[in-house]
């Protein structure tokens, strides 16, 4: 018979794979990048709906792709964690990543405690599917698109020293690596500053909902993570709640950024769960 623990690690590495496929958009030719952003008009929240729209979109997938082709060399500090609904850590993992373009990511253990099924199976799991996922050069942030979501600009907001839009996502198709949610959007830079939703489609029959919000920090003119956070609620176990925090970049061979450790950390309420993000320090 299968343990609790072993369910539970289970049904939360389900939940974090999951919103791993919530993130930015699809890879595109390097050459192609400086055409369609020379290509593009200035962007007026004012303008129609649908328009507006379409405008933001557009910007939103040429910045991501600037930083795509001009990002050669990262490395970050990740902490992995568990913990359950009395704010019990289950495990906790903290590693070293490194990038380098096009396609190699690696990582260097730290220092581990609690539950080492937990750490082998949800943490070094995860870790393995993302060097997969870089060495193939497929993007699990390809999804945010307009053919799997309708999108639409409901306002404006500021977060931390930003100006954002603020859009409404609403999934197209009913998916485990699709969500609906909010996704706060840069005005002068065009990147996605937070996402906050809840997946559209529950990853197994014991997993009544899967909340998340991510946030992300500037560094040296590039948006990174900052923090994920993901809250499980499980059947009969009650909610889980899974975490990667991210401090001190190296981009591109420049000497370490230490993450702020108030930036960006704002309490947000998603359906009935609160994420309140005052606790501690995600890319």
Not at 3 to 12: E, H, R
Not at 58 to 87: C, F, G, K, M, P
Not at 116 to 126: K, P
Request: aromatic share 8%; glycine share 8%; hydrophobic share 35%.
């Amino acid at each position: 018979m299968r343990s609790p623990v072993g369910f539970l690690t289970q049904c939360l590495g389900l939940c974090l794979l999951g919103t791993l496929s919530v993130g930015s958009l699809s890879r595109y030719p390097r050459e192609s990048i400086a055409k369609q952003a020379a290509a593009e008009a200035p962007l007026h929240p004012s303008s129609g709906a649908q328009n507006s729209t379409a405008d933001l979109f557009s910007r939103l997938t040429s910045r991501h792709h600037w930083q795509e082709a001009h990002l050669n060399r990262l490395s970050v500090i990740r902490t992995y964690r568990i913990e359950n609904d009395t704010d019990t850590i289950l495990a906790e993992e903290v590693v070293a990543m490194e990038y380098r373009a096009p396609g190699t990511e690696s990582f260097t253990a730290i220092s581990g405690k609690g539950s080492g099924f937990v750490r082998h199976h949800v943490f070094q799991r995860l870790m393995k599917d993302e060097e997969k996922r870089v060495r193939v050069n497929k993007d699990p942030d390809s999804l945010i698109t307009p053919a799997n979501y309708t999108l639409k600009v409901v306002g404006m907001d500021r977060i931390g020293g930003s100006e954002c839009f603020v859009v409404h996502a609403i999934p197209k198709h009913k998916e485990t690596d699709l969500f609906e949610g909010t996704i706060w959007i840069d005005s002068q830079d065009f990147a996605i500053v937070k996402i906050t939703g809840q997946l559209a489609k529950s990853p197994s029959f014991w997993i009544k909902q899967v909340n998340f919000a991510r946030d992300y920090q500037k560094i040296d003119g590039f948006w990174f993570l900052l923090r994920e956070k993901v809250i499980a609620d499980v059947r009969i176990f009650g909610k889980e709640t899974l975490t990667i925090d991210y401090q001190n970049y190296t981009v591109n061979g420049a000497g370490a950024a230490q993450s702020s450790p108030t930036k960006g950390r704002t309490s947000v309420v998603v359906g009935a769960t609160n994420l309140s993000e005052a606790s501690r320090p995600h890319i």
